[in-house]
C-alpha cells in the first residue's frame, strides 16, 4: 500500500531528475576510434517501405519519438537512429530484415533497454528493431511447466501469468519490470535466482529467430529432451542480437513455492561471509534459492538517494537469504537452525527474517534497486566480473586505492552464490581520465585472477576490446567464422562483442 | 509509569492481490499471506519508544481472531512488546466480528490489566472501519486523541499533534486515553534477529470474548462482496483529429 507509493513517487524523481539532466555525449563523439561501417543512409524510400509493412503507427522517426530508444539505462551511450520499428509478427520481422540485409541497412535489436553494456542501442544511425509490441503469451502448460511466448513479454508480466498456474519463471532481475524475455535470452540474463535454477542455456527448450537475411529458424521445441542435432538455440542465446533477432521462446518454468522467507544479515567481514553461505549452502541446502551480497556503500546509495530503510544498524557487508520451498513448516525449522547457528557462532551479528510479502519486498529493494540509486550520484562506470570466490571482493580495495578521490562512491555488490561481483564507480560526471584509469587494469586483474570480464550482462559496445581477457584467441576467431556466416554482410548489431 | 495496551490485527498482507471468494460472502484467506496491519506497527512502534525513553513500564498486545493471529503478537513481542494476549475468534465468528466488539474486548483487557494507554492503528486495511479507537474510548468513557501524527507524553497528561483535513491540530488529554495511529506517526523497525529469538520465550495468553463477558454475536449479515469495476484499456489514437472526434463522440467537447 503505503510502500508502493514511496517506489512510484521515487521513480518520479528519478524520471524528472533524468529529464531535466542534458544528454549524454552521442557515442560517435564520444569514441571518435569508432568509425561507421559502409553502410546505406536511410532514405525516404526505406521508411516508405517500412510504412507500407508496418502502418504509420508502428514506425517511428521523429527525433524525439526515437530519443529514449537511442539512450541506454544507464545513459552511457547514445546513438541517434531515425528510425524504430516495432513488428508485431515474425514474418514482419522477417520481411523487415530480409529489406535491410539487401539495402545494407545496419539494424539494431531491442527489447526493453535495460541492458548495462550498451549493446541495446544504436552506435550510428542503426535502424531499431523493437520488440515491444511482441508481447503475446502463447501457451502455458501447468503439467509439464512450459511457457510458449513472445520475445517482447516483460519478463514481470510473464511472473504473474504464470502465478495464476502455480509456476514461476526461472529467472529474476532487478530490471523485471521492464525488461523482455527476448532480451534476457539474447544476453543470457543470470539474476537473482540463477543459484538455485541455473542459467538460461538449460532453462531455455526453444527458440524462434530471424536470422539476418529474413531466414525464420524455428527450434521452438517445447520438450525437454531433444537431441536430433545440433542445438542452434545455443547460438541465439547471450549472442545480444549479433546472430538473429530472436522472436519466440519456450521457457521450463518451475513450480512456484508456496513457502518463501527471505533473511537478511549485517556482517563484520568478507570472510564471514564465505562462512555464512557455505554455511547456507550445508544447512538449508535445496531451499536456498538466492544468496546475495552487498557492501556498506551499496546500501549506503539506496538509503542516500531513494531513501529506503535499512534494517539494522551499519555494517561493512549484508547479505540477503532467500529460501523457497513448498512446506513452511520445514523450511522455517530448516531456517531457524540456520539463523540461531550462524548467530550463535558470530558469523552473523545482526539480522531480520520475514515471510511476510510486503517486508520481503521492501528488503530485496535494497539490492535490488542499487544501480537505480547509484545512477543519482551522475557518471557511473560499470562492471560486471565472475571471480573464484575467495577473490570475489579483491578489486574493490583495489580500484578505491587506485582512484582515490577521482570517484564520488566505489562500491561492491552482486551474487555471491555465483562469484559474481558488480563492481560499480560514480563520478559526477563523466571523464575520459578516469575511464583510463579504470580500463584495462580492472580487465587485467581479473584475467590474471582468471575471472571472466562479462559475468552476466554480456559484452555489448563497451566490451568488445577486452573479451580476449577472457577467452582464447582460437575461441575468438570461431565467434567470427559464425559471425561471417549467419550475418555475412554485418547488418545485426555491428560494433557490438566482437572485436573488429 | 504507564502500562499500555496495543491492538494489532492480523490481514492479508499489502502486496498481496485480494481476492472474492466465489459465493461473494468474503475474500479468500486460505493460503494467502497475512501480516500485521501497518497502521497497528505503527502503534506498536509508538508503545516501543515509550519505553525505550523510560515513559512506560509495560507493553501488552492484544490480538483478536483465529490461532494464526498469534503470528503478529510474535512480531509485536519480536518489536519489543512485552507479553501477548490471544483473544481467540475464528470460523463464522470471526467473519462478522466488528469494531463494536474489539473494541469492548479492548476496553475489558485495559480495565483487568490496569492500562494507562491504548494505542492502535487508525483503521485496518481490509474492512477500512476506522472506528475501534473511538469506540474503545467510548465504552471506557477516556478521552480519544485520534490520527496522531506526534504524540508526546507527559506524566499525567497527553500532547497530540492529529492529522485532519488541510493541516495538523494539536490537542491535550488526559491520561488514561486512547491513541490511533496515523501513517507519519513513526516509521516503524523491523524485528531483529536477536529479538525475534527473544520472543519466542515471551508469553501469549489465550482467552475466550466469554472469558471476558464481551457478547459477539453478529451486528450484521455479508450481503455481497464485490470486485472494483475494471478498469478500460486505454486506446492510442494516430492524430489529434482522430482524438478531438473520439471527444465529441464521447460527448467530453462541445
Ligand atoms: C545400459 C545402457 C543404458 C543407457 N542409458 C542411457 C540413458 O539413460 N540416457 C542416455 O542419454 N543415454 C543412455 N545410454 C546411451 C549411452 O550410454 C550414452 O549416450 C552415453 O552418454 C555414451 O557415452 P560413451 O562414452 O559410451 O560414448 P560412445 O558410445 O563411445 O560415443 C557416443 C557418441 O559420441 C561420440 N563421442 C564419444 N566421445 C567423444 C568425444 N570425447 N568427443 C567427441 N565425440 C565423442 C562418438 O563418436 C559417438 O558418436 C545407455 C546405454 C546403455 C548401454
Ligand atoms: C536494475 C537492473 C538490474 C539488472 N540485473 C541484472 C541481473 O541481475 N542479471 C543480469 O544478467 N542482468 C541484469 N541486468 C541487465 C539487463 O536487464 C538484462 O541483461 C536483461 O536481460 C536485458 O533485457 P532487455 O529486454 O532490456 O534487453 P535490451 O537491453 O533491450 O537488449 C540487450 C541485448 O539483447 C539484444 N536483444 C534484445 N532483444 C532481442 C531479441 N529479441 N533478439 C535478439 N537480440 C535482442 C539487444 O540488441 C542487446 O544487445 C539488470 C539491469 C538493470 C537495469
Known amino acids: 500500500m503505503f510502500s508502493s507509493l514511496n517506489r512510484a513517487r521515487s521513480l518520479l524523481s528519478l524520471i524528472r531528475y533524468y529529464s531535466s539532466e542534458v544528454l549524454p555525449q552521442l557515442t560517435k563523439d564520444r569514441y571518435p576510434n569508432i568509425k561507421r561501417g559502409n553502410y546505406a543512409v536511410l532514405t525516404q524510400d526505406h521508411l516508405q517501405y517500412f510504412v507500407d509493412l508496418l502502418g504509420r503507427n508502428r514506425v517511428l522517426n521523429d527525433p524525439s519519438d526515437c530519443e529514449t530508444y537511442n539512450i541506454d539505462f544507464i545513459k552511457s551511450v547514445r546513438g541517434y537512429s531515425q528510425c524504430v520499428l516495432k513488428p508485431q509478427t515474425t514474418e514482419e520481422v522477417s520481411k523487415i530484415l530480409s529489406f535491410c540485409d539487401e539495402h545494407r541497412l545496419a539494424v539494431c535489436p531491442q527489447g526493453g533497454n535495460t541492458g548495462l553494456v550498451g549493446g541495446s542501442v544504436p552506435v550510428f544511425d542503426e535502424v531499431i528493431l523493437s520488440t515491444t509490441l511482441m508481447n503475446k503469451i502463447i501457451s502455458i502448460d501447468d503439467i509439464s511447466g512450459v511457457l510458449v511466448c513472445e520475445a517482447g513479454c516483460i519478463l514481470e508480466e510473464l511472473e504473474h501469468a504464470l502465478g495464476e498456474q502455480g509456476l514461476m519463471m526461472p529467472l529474476d532481475l532487478g530490471a523485471k519490470g521492464s525488461c523482455r524475455i527476448g532480451g534476457n535470452v539474447s544476453t543470457n540474463a543470470g539474476g537473482l535466482r540463477l543459484i538455485r535454477y541455473g542459467n538460461l542455456h538449460g532453462n531455455v527448450l526453444g527458440v524462434e529467430a530471424v536470422k539476418a537475411n529474413g531466414q525464420i529458424i524455428d527450434c521452438l521445441s517445447t520438450l525437454k529432451k531433444d537431441n536430433t542435432g545440433y542445438h542452434l538455440k545455443h547460438l541465439f542465446i547471450g549472442s545480444e542480437g549479433t546472430l538473429g533477432v530472436v522472436t519466440k521462446v519456450v521457457i521450463h518454468c518451475p ?102 510479502p510486503g517486508k520481503m519486498r521492501s528488503i530485496w529493494d ?18 560486471d566480473i565472475s571471480l573464484p570466490i575467495k577473490d570475489f571482493y579483491s578489486l574493490i580495495p583495489k580500484m578505491i586505492e587506485r582512484l582515490g578521490s577521482d570517484a564520488t562512491r566505489i562500491s561492491g555488490y552482486g551474487h555471491i552464490g555465483d562469484g559474481n561481483i558488480h563492481l560499480n564507480i560514480s563520478v559526477p560526471k563523466f571523464r575520459q581520465d578516469v575511464l583510463k584509469k579504470i580500463e584495462p587494469y580492472v580487465y587485467e586483474l581479473t584475467s590474471q585472477l582468471k575471472g ?34 549467419m550475418d555475412p554482410n554485418n547488418i545485426l548489431n555491428p560494433y557490438k562483442v566482437l572485436p573488429f | 509509569m504507564a502500562r499500555v495496551l496495543v491492538g494489532v490485527k492480523r490481514v492479508i498482507d499489502y502486496a498481496v492481490k485480494i481476492r472474492v471468494k466465489p459465493d461473494k460472502k468474503g475474500v479468500i484467506t486460505d493460503g494467502v499471506k497475512h501480516s500485521m496491519n501497518p497502521f497497528d506497527e505503527i502503534a506498536v512502534e509508538e508503545a516501543v519508544r515509550m519505553k525505550e525513553k523510560k515513559l512506560v513500564s509495560e507493553i501488552i498486545a492484544v490480538s483478536c481472531g483465529p490461532t494464526q493471529s498469534q503470528e503478529v503478537l510474535r512480531t509485536a513481542l519480536a518489536m519489543g512488546v512485552d507479553k501477548g494476549i490471544h483473544v481467540e475468534v475464528s470460523g463464522p465468528d470471526y467473519e462478522t466480528l466488528q469494531p463494536i466488539h474489539v473494541s469492548k474486548i479492548l476496553a475489558k483487557i485495559a480495565q483487568q490489566e490496569h492500562i494507562d494507554l491504548i494505542i492502535v492503528g487508525k483503521q485496518a486495511i481490509d474492512d477500512d472501519s476506522n472506528q475501534t479507537a473511538q469506540m474503545t474510548a467510548a465504552v471506557l468513557d477516556w478521552p480519544q486523541a485520534t490520527f496522531a501524527s506526534k504524540v508526546e507524553k507527559g506524566d499525567k497528561e497527553l500532547t497530540v499533534t492529529r492529522e485532519i483535513d488541510g493541516g495538523l491540530e494539536t490537542i491535550k488529554c488526559k491520561i488514561p486515553a486512547v491513541i490511533s495511529a496515523d501513517l507519519r506517526l513513526n516509521e516503524p523497525r523491523y524485528a531483529t534477529l536477536p529479538n525475534i529469538m527473544k520472543a519466542k520465550k515471551k508469553p501469549i495468553t489465550k482467552i475466550t470474548p466469554q472469558d471476558l463477558g464481551v457478547d459477539i454475536s453478529p451486528r450484521i449479515k455479508i450481503i455481497s462482496v464485490d470486485d472494483p469495476p475494471v478498469r478500460q484499456a486505454g486506446v492510442i489514437l494516430p492524430d489529434v483529429d482522430t482524438l478531438v472526434t473520439k471527444l465529441k463522440e464521447g460527448g467530453h467537447i462541445p
Open chain 1, 255 to 356: 513450480q512456484k513455492p508456496t513457502s518463501l522467507s527471505l533473511a537478511f544479515f549485517g556482517l563484520e567481514s568478507f570472510d564471514n561471509i564465505l562462512s555464512t553461505f557455505k554455511r547456507a549452502k550445508k544447512e538449508l541446502g535445496e531451499i536456498l534459492s538466492s544468496c546475495e551480497m552487498l557492501d556498506a556503500q551499496s546500501l549506503n546509495v539506496v538509503k542516500t538517494h531513494l531513501k529506503l530503510k535499512s534494517p539494522i544498524d551499519d555494517y561493512p557487508y549484508y547479505m540477503v537469504i532467500e529460501t523457497s520451498g513448498s512446506n513452511e513448516q520445514h523450511d522455517e525449522e530448516k531456517l531457524n537452525r540456520f539463523l540461531e547457528g550462524v548467530m550463535g557462532d558470530g558469523l552473523v551479528m545482526d539480522g531480520t527474517v520475514t515471510n511476510e
Open chain 1, 452 to 485: 571472466s570480464v562479462s559475468a552476466e550482462h554480456g559484452v555489448g559496445f563497451r566490451k568488445p576490446p577486452y573479451i580476449h581477457y577472457s577467452k582464447s584467441q582460437n575461441s575468438i576467431d570461431l565467434m567470427k567464422d559464425l559471425k561471417k556466416m
Open chain 1, 366 to 383: 535494497l539490492r535490488e534497486r542499487i544501480t537505480e540509486a547509484l545512477m543519482y550520484d551522475g557518471y557511473l562506470y560499470k562492471y
